[in-house]
């Protein structure tokens, strides 16, 4: 029998998931990996590679002894991962992205850039808002396929941040990797780079590509190496172009190796890292992707149906388009493929080659969905009440809160949850608009406060909270499909795609079938497609698109049958729909006003 693991690194956990050749779970185990904040500037979240490494060993040994599976069974292996800047030397030891300590008076003080844990900026850090203004003034073509403004999440502003601030001759020395690219070269010691984390995170634009420079009136420059010389020396980071982006994995076909999802890396696990995992050495590893990718990958091809009923027939890629994946932990990413490039600005893309060669990728996003559900909640004055009432009952909070507002609607006379807080109103950017503003500086709006701050009051917060969850979704998705996009179902995965109310919520804010998957969606196809020959060499676009069609097959075969949550339809649906539409106008007027209160206080202080 054979048999895959998938890894998947989240913003607060690793896991392994053991899955046979038909992608059935066989066993899965979670670990939860460590986050450092500065306790004076709230902008940074760091995390350290040592940890996460630790953390995903510990998993896996852990399914193999649940599961009785032995190492040799196992015939491949895949990661996932954030999208988060890992730092380390020539020799791979980690080198420290963490100014704490540092003086005002010295900030290349302190431990960046020597030998240190944290060595991980965590896609949530928001340090480089300086950087990343710098870039997108630049009206460079590479920003075209970034929605045409590159994110202060993304690697090339954080990559300038560190330049900034540590010494030149550290600096030199660092190899940059995105974390599902550090970890295949953790397991297998190839720098090999995925596709998926250059082209989406770093700047990379596949061969072949036209990039449109606005600042030159509209000149073209095709893509001949994957990187922009010009791009980088624009904007401070001649020495990268100097040194072929070695320090970024390479020109491919001179000094790198590019690969596209799942494609076998190096000559799988190394020694060492077959020893720390609990595997044999030489296990296929296949190239990594984005978790939220992985969350693609995991659910677009799945068959789907009403709960208790036979499932539909299995999806042909073409029909991928129109299945957008929703991949919804601590922030929620909005996954859709095209055949041809659509750019939406504000949504990040649209990426060529991301998953499969030849196809096109663009990801909307909202930075804060989980956090921000955990943070309504945590900082209300009732919550300590909540907490004991759920020691008391031994139910969670999530329930009590369901049953409170249960309540409320009947004290109240409301019809449905919408009209229980018609009068509430939440604008959710806490963290920064990621899409499709791409707008950090947008902030969290509330407007409905009463002198309440009981658990009642606590409930209807946390009602409205999944409402504007829903409603900035719909702003994603009705944006996408204005410039191209043909969405018309959500395929969910992550641990939101546990909370209920919040997707029936969806279905009906969006008016479209959410299709909840039966199985984790971690990186099990691309474990299986890796078995196979080492790349050696740079493939050119037709035999990379060959292999993208096996991808394909996989998937099918591996992706579990998904359960539809359907719009509402009762009685009550059409008084809700209206009253939600209305307040998703209400949420649309939220964002003009706050961008107008920012110009009125920028030109009363300037």
């Known amino acids: 029998m054979e048999y895959y ?29 460590q986050t450092h904040r500065s306790p004076t500037d709230h902008r940074i979240f760091e995390q350290s590679t040592t940890d996460i490494w630790s953390s995903l060993s510990k998993c896996c040994k852990t399914i193999l002894a649940s599961s009785g599976v032995s190492p040799s069974q196992v015939k491949g292996i895949g990661f996932d991962a954030t999208c988060s800047l890992a730092v380390v030397d020539r020799q791979g030891t980690p080198i420290s992205v963490s100014r704490t300590g540092a003086t005002e008076a010295d900030e290349q003080d302190a431990n960046l850039g020597k030998e ?41 502003p954080k990559t300038l941040w560190l330049k900034k601030h540590m010494p030149a001759e550290r ?44 600042c030159d009136g509209g000149v073209e420059e095709i893509s001949t190496d994957g990187w922009s010389a010009r791009f980088f020396n624009k904007i401070g980071l001649g020495e990268m172009v100097e040194e072929y982006f070695d320090a970024l994995g390479g020109i491919p076909g001179k000094n790198g190796l590019v690969l596209t999802a799942g494609q076998p890396v190096g000559n799988g696990l190394s020694k060492v890292a077959a020893e720390e995992l609990g595997l044999v050495e030489g296990t296929a590893v296949g190239s990594g992707v984005i978790d939220a990718y992985a969350g693609w990958i995991g659910t677009v091809a799945a068959a789907s149906g009403p709960k208790g009923e036979k499932p539909g027939p299995k999806p042909s890629l073409d029909d ?12 929620t990413c909005h996954i859709a493929q095209s055949k041809q490039g659509i750019l939406v600005p504000g949504v990040w893309g649209p990426y060529r080659d991301a998953v499969f060669p030849g196809l096109w990728m663009n990801e909307g996003g909202q930075s804060s969905t989980g956090q921000l559900i955990d943070f309504m909640m945590k900082t209300h004055p009732a919550f300590p009440k909540l907490q004991e009432l759920s020691m008391q009952t031994g139910k969670n909070t999530y329930d009590l809160l369901g049953e409170r507002l249960e309540t409320m609607m009947k004290e109240r006379g409301a019809e449905t949850l919408t009209h229980l807080t018609k009068e509430l109103h939440f604008y959710p950017d806490l963290h920064g608009n990621r899409s499709p503003l791409a707008d950090p500086r947008m902030r969290g709006m509330i407007m409905g406060l009463t002198l309440d701050d009981g658990i009642s009051d606590l409930a209807a917060k946390f009602n409205v909270t999944l409402e504007a969850i829903a409603l900035q979704t719909r702003h994603i998705v009705d944006e996408m499909n204005a410039k191209g996009h ?66 394909w097959e996989v998937m099918s075969e591996m992706t579990q049958p998904g359960v539809e949550v359907l719009p509402r339809s009762d009685d009550l649906a059409g008084r809700e729909r209206k009253l939600l539409e209305a307040k998703y106008k209400i949420f649309r007027e939220a964002v003009e006003v706050q961008l107008k209160w920012r110009k009125m206080v920028a030109e009363a202080v300037a």
């Open 116 to 156: 240190g844990f944290w060595n991980v900026i965590l896609w949530a850090d928001h340090r480089a808002e300086e950087e990343a203004e710098k870039i997108n003034a630049t009206g460079e073509g590479v920003l075209g396929f970034v929605g045409e403004t590159m994110s202060l999440e993304m690697e090339i």
């Open 486 to 551: 043909h969405i018309s179902s959500i395929y969910m995965s992550g641990s939101q795609a546990k909370n209920g109310p919040l997707m029936r919520l969806l279905a009906t804010v969006l008016n479209m079938p959410v299709i909840i998957p039966l199985n984790p969606p971690l990186p099990s196809s691309s474990a299986r497609r890796c078995s196979g020959k080492p790349i050696e060499k740079q493939q050119d676009s037709d035999d990379a698109k060959k292999q993208g069609g096996k991808l």
């Open 171 to 214: 600096f030199k020395r660092c190899m940059l990797f995105d974390l599902p690219d550090y970890l295949t070269y953790r397991a297998t010691s190839s720098l090999a780079r995925s596709t998926c984390s250059l082209a989406c995170k770093c700047s990379y634009v596949p061969p072949g590509t036209k990039m449109i420079h606005k």
């Open 320 to 331: 991928a388009e129109a299945r957008l994946a929703a991949i919804a932990g601590t922030s």
């Open 5 to 33: 693991i998938g890894f998947d690194v989240g913003t607060g956990s690793g896991r392994a998931c053991l899955v046979d050749r038909t992608g059935k779970l066989i066993a899965d185990h979670s670990e939860p990996t």
